[in-house]
């Protein structure tokens, strides 16, 4: 059976999302960030890097969302992770995610969480301005790429559940959600899913938290 360690509503959700799509056997094990669980020695035996997801294997554990969507698509060739039957979509699904984990989901830790980039009180103000900066031109381009479908070749892919997380934590800091509709269209797809809605209750997370 495969191990999930998650945490509500973080990016690891994207990864319960895509488990629930599969219908695989796994075991979602909870990490409460804000009380400091991802720094305890039984999970940092997890992943050392202290972050979720990761992914327990009879093989091994895969950390990074990436990674975990990869495998999941590989082994369950089924919706919400990345596509296993099409090289293109494939390599277009990789495209987003790693754009989502690289740029977006960094500007997001600028704003959320400045002590990252430097442990200098003085400065967070500026960094957090350059976080919110950051995603405000992301979001121009997101919204730009959803259309009435999926991000990717007309398929619900992981692509879809990333950006409606990121839509959340948007939510969450006081954007002008109004200004991207064709985002806030998509994510109401997503959320409608039965999948979704199954991984949203395990996570005791609530569909309007995405509106």
Not at 17 to 41: K, M, N, S, V
Not at 67 to 75: E, R, S
Not at 122 to 136: D, F, N, Q, S, Y
Not at 182 to 210: C, H, N, T, Y
Request: hydrophobic share 40%.
């Amino acid at each position: 059976m495969l191990t999930l360690y998650y945490s509500p509503g973080a990016c690891s959700l994207v990864s319960h999302i895509a488990l629930e799509e599969a219908g695989a056997d796994y075991r979602p094990e909870r990490i409460d960030l804000a009380q400091g669980e991802q720094h305890g020695e039984e999970f940092l035996r997890v992943n050392p890097h202290a972050r979720v997801p990761a992914l327990v294997t009879d093989e091994g554990t895969i950390t990074e969302n990436v990674a975990i969507l990869n495998y999941v698509g590989d082994t369950f060739e089924a919706d919400g992770s990345v596509p296993s039957d099409d090289a293109f979509a494939r390599a277009q699904c990789n495209q987003l995610l790693g754009w989502f984990a690289s740029s977006v989901h960094v500007a997001f830790a600028q704003m959320f969480r400045p002590v990252r980039t430097s442990p200098d009180d003085a400065i967070h103000a500026g960094i957090v301005e350059g976080g919110r900066a950051a995603l405000t031109s992301h979001f121009n381009e997101l919204d730009d790429l959803c259309g009435p479908g999926w991000l990717v070749a007309d398929r619900f892919t992981a692509a879809d559940s990333y950006a409606a997380v990121f839509h959340r934590w948007a939510t969450r800091a006081k954007f002008d959600m109004s200004v991207y509709p064709r985002w806030s269209s998509l994510v109401g797809r997503v959320i409608e899913r039965p999948a979704v809605v199954r991984a949203l209750g395990q996570e005791e997370l609530k569909p309007d938290d995405f509106a």
